[in-house]
């Protein structure tokens, strides 16, 4: 007896489903970007490939990380604009603002640890070779944020990387 080969998933399940949870991302990031912020002790811990088609930034900053970012979403964040496609957030680094824009595809990891909420999610396929990241302007100093002690506050990602 003869057995037929496994079927073949035309409707694409595991991408539809990629697709689904980067909605919850989309929806967590509208909740943040609300007047009210985050609630109670939420914050985000975003990965997502630099490298991935849309992503774009201060090219000093994504030429630090070539492959893959983490932002902390947390105290400290400005401007926050969810999109339909991709959502943008300025950020300090290094005591300067610079503006991110990061499409959901580009996501590979979503964390709030103050629930223990984690999503993963497979890595995009990588923009053209020869494409190079879109920068955008840099804040002038005027315009730029402060903290409410007008300090950048460092935070260690270094339990989130992979070894």
Known sequence: MAQDPPAQ?????EALAQDALRG???AALRRAAAPEGL???HH??????????????????????PDEMTIVLQHQ???????????????????QPKRLSIPYAAVTRFYDPSVQFLLQFEPPPAG???AKPTPTPP?????APKGPDGEAKIVSLDQFRKK
């Open 39 to 41: 609630p109670g002790a």
């Open 77 to 95: 964040y400005w401007d926050l604009a969810p999109g339909e496609t991709f959502f943008s957030v300025t950020l300090q680094f290094g005591g």
């Open 128 to 130: 053209p070779a020869d």
């Open 139 to 143: 804040v002038p100093e005027a315009e």
């Open 9 to 13: 998933d035309l409707m694409h399940y």
């Open 44 to 65: 985000f811990y975003i990965t997502f490939k630099t490298d991935a088609a849309g992503v774009s930034g201060p090219p000093d900053l994504l030429g630090k990380y």
């Open 24 to 26: 919850v991302v989309k």
